[in-house]
């Protein structure tokens, strides 16, 4: 059937108007990354660049060349690495336990996790737990604290719980104990809600400004975000500039986009190596049967 006049130019103008939010919305990326790749002189002649005459990696020379901000990016991958890693295990672990029908006060240890959920307890008393348990000015302060999710483990259970039992009774026949079964048998089927749980917890690690803004005094510990933010702000020049490097910094308005880029490029990165389970992953719960 052909389609009525009325509808096409519904469909067109829906189109247009489409096409403008997305174009709104991927300008100021777009931007970003170009002013990062200008050359500073042209940069200074022009301000408004649209389309670089001449591209420049002197930004990201500058930054990458910097110690302090190398630190930073250094500070982001532990925490990005073995916080997600640790935070993985506590959370397979915990919600394979309370998957188990024969565990002793499950129902216990359930509502203990929801009450989590329903109940935070504020700012200052995890910053006098932290400060009590040594941790303060330390990263092991932005890990150990947010280990686990209280929503995470329940979703990881409602996974755990579609595995069926007959997998469990044959491997116990065999001779294995539950830490083998779940190493041997519920991880390996598990790879998709872990990629989507890491994929999470490492964009949680990465992105920690908040946490490390009350717990860390020392700069040489703060991670890419916390500084990324004081260079947008200005507050970090000195900071850049403790190394005295011997070549012109660029515009800071330069710096400021590179720094932007590099925050986001990891993630951007690691996403495409974890899109084949994502989208498993991401249905983690939302079915049972």
Known sequence: MREHIGSRIFNAANMAFLALVAAVTLFPIYYVVVVSFTDPIEYLQRKLVLFPAKWSLSSYEYLLNNGSFMRSIGNSLFLATVGTACSLTVTAALAYAISRKRLAGRRMF??????TI??????????LVVKEAGLLNSLWSLIIPSLSSGWFVILMKSFFDNIPDALEEAATIDGCNDLAIFARIILPLSLPAIAAFGLFYAV????MYFNALLYLNDYEKWPIQLVLQNIISDSAAGMLMEDRLTQQPPPSEMLKMAAVVIAVAPILCVYPLLQ????KGVM???VKG
């Open 276 to 279: 084949k389970h994502f989208a």
């Open 118 to 127: 329903l109940f935070n307890p504020g700012i200052i008393p995890n910053y």
């Open 204 to 207: 949680m690690y990465w992105n």
């Open 110 to 115: 359930l509502f203990l996790i929801l009450f």
């Open 284 to 286: 983690v719960g939302s």
